[in-house]
């Protein structure tokens, strides 16, 4: 083996792939109150941008941030 796995890389990679969501607590209520408000910031920015590149790339980082934000629910938690 060229590159040794570390226990640490083993618990990360088994958080990051090994299961599949198990929505605990209040995390689904969050997951819908965070894309609810992606949705009217969506909105929002289609309503007031022109259709540009630096709209489209706006909206991939709406996407992204809402992505992310998901991910630190469901890793943290």
């Given at each position: 083996?060229?590159?040794?796995?570390?226990?640490?890389?083993?618990?990360?990679?088994?958080?990051?792939?090994?299961?599949?969501?198990?929505?605990?607590?209040?995390?689904?209520?969050?997951?819908?109150?965070?894309?609810?408000?992606?949705?009217?910031?969506?909105?929002?920015?289609?309503?007031?941008?022109?259709?540009s590149?630096?709209?489209?790339?706006?909206?991939?980082?709406?996407?992204?941030?809402?992505?992310?934000?998901?991910?630190?629910?469901?890793?943290?938690?």
């Open positions: 083996m060229k590159y040794p796995i570390t226990d640490a890389d083993r618990e990360d990679y088994a958080k990051r792939f090994g299961r599949g969501l198990v929505v605990k607590n209040d995390q689904g209520e969050r997951y819908v109150q965070l894309r609810s408000e992606a949705r009217e910031l969506a909105e929002l920015m289609l309503e007031s941008c022109p259709p590149r630096e709209r489209s790339l706006a909206m991939t980082k709406l996407e992204e941030s809402i992505f992310w934000a998901n991910a630190a629910i469901a890793r943290n938690e």
